[in-house]
């Protein structure tokens, strides 16, 4: 039997597609498996390479396909889609992952554990529960503004909005549909705070997710966050890569010799983005409100740009920062970051006095070599 190289596997509910090719890249494997024969078959093939897209269920098979010898390759579906031909089938689409895995500069995500998938449905549960907070917190805002009842917005005014409403002339069964949304509003608040507790809980367990909590901006949320979705920071070449996947660099529009650049790019994650920008956002509500200081670098920023704006940009130095840590094992030292801020201004001033000196020096040399005018 021919020697299988590498399989792009295309995953499903019930029907997998797989695509193999041999050391000459001819394709010697076209086959099409159900659910339950999957590990059957992988485990009579001998150990190969085996790639599928990070979708759902994606590291489940990670995991499975490994633990039988192979080597389970997970592909951002993004990067794989220019591989795979014009017609759309299931066939196709293993093709174009086997295809994209032969590609020397092709990433790959780290397969997750069973542990870290437990942890990332703990803060998925969490999303879910505050979005559901949040769709009835406005239901009774709603509802409670057809009887004349105006509250503010925040979470904050929703218990005083259902004591008036108890306390006001309305209809029976508005007041009996208006307890049944409190009582609603009531066990998620519960249900929330026993969620953020086991969130607390596993973060304060976890060394790498307490020295990120250091970094100004970084709340608990965002470094277990980090934690859980971050497996090997190693994977990116430097903190910028790390802050373009998380979608926080501008646009490249550039051509012919001009640099053009955009809006942000919004790619990856877009939980971590969102709490990496409200912590900057949080730390810029801080300073102009004089409650904190900032380094010369965000107060300059805040003179000339809009707040949002900056705050995208602080998130984007806070995501290069968090990145060294995660790989460094360092703590962040507020003290190290000012010292090396003042030693660029030093060198800065240094070098604008010695080109200087030079200017003037030269101005003098030609003017001597100039004859005088009679």
Not at 83 to 101: L, Q, S, V
């Amino acid at each position: 039997m021919t020697q299988i190289m590498r399989i792009g596997m295309d995953t499903s509910k019930s029907v997998f597609q797989l695509h193999g090719v041999d050391a000459a890249e001819r394709p010697v494997l076209r086959k099409k498996l159900r659910r339950n024969q999957v590990l059957e078959f992988f485990g009579k093939l001998p150990p190969t390479r085996v790639g599928m897209e990070a979708c759902g269920a994606a590291h489940h098979w990670a995991r499975e396909i490994g633990a039988l010898g192979h080597e389970a390759v997970l592909l951002p579906p993004q990067l794989v889609k220019p591989y795979i031909p014009r017609n759309k089938n299931d066939a196709a689409d293993a093709d174009g992952i086997c295809e994209a895995m032969s590609r020397p500069r092709m990433r790959s995500v780290p397969v997750k554990t069973a542990e870290q998938q437990a942890a990332l449905m703990l803060v998925g549960v969490r999303d879910q529960l505050v979005a559901r907070r949040t769709q009835l917190s406005n239901t009774i805002r709603g509802y409670a503004a057809e009887f004349g009842l105006v509250a503010a917005k925040g979470l904050d005014k929703i218990e005083p909005l259902l004591a008036r409403i108890a306390a006001a002339r309305l209809p029976d069964l508005a007041k009996e549909m208006f307890a049944t949304l409190g009582a609603d509003y009531a066990e998620l608040g519960m249900r929330l705070s026993r969620l953020e507790g086991r969130l607390r809980a596993w973060q304060r367990q976890d060394e790498t997710s307490q020295r990120l909590m250091e970094v100004p901006g970084v709340g608990p949320i965002a470094a277990a966050l980090l934690v859980m979705k971050v497996a090997n920071p190693r994977a990116f070449r430097s903190g910028r890569d790390f802050a373009a996947w998380l979608g926080l660099t501008p646009k490249d529009h550039s051509t012919a010799g001009k640099q053009r650049l955009g809006v942000i790019t919004r790619a990856g994650d877009e939980a971590l983005r969102r709490t990496l920008v409200v912590g900057a956002t949080a730390v810029i509500q801080q300073i102009r409100r004089g409650r904190g200081r900032g380094s010369p670098w965000l107060t300059a920023l805040l003179a000339r740009k809009p707040p949002k704006l900056a705050a995208v940009a602080l998130a984007n130095k806070t995501a290069r920062i968090v990145w060294k840590l995660m790989v460094s094992g360092e703590h962040y030292d507020r003290e190290r970051a000012a010292a090396a801020r003042a030693e660029r201004s030093a060198a800065l001033a240094e070098g604008f006095a010695l080109r200087s000196a030079l200017a003037v020096t030269t101005v003098r040399g030609d003017a001597a070599a100039t004859p005088r005018e009679t």
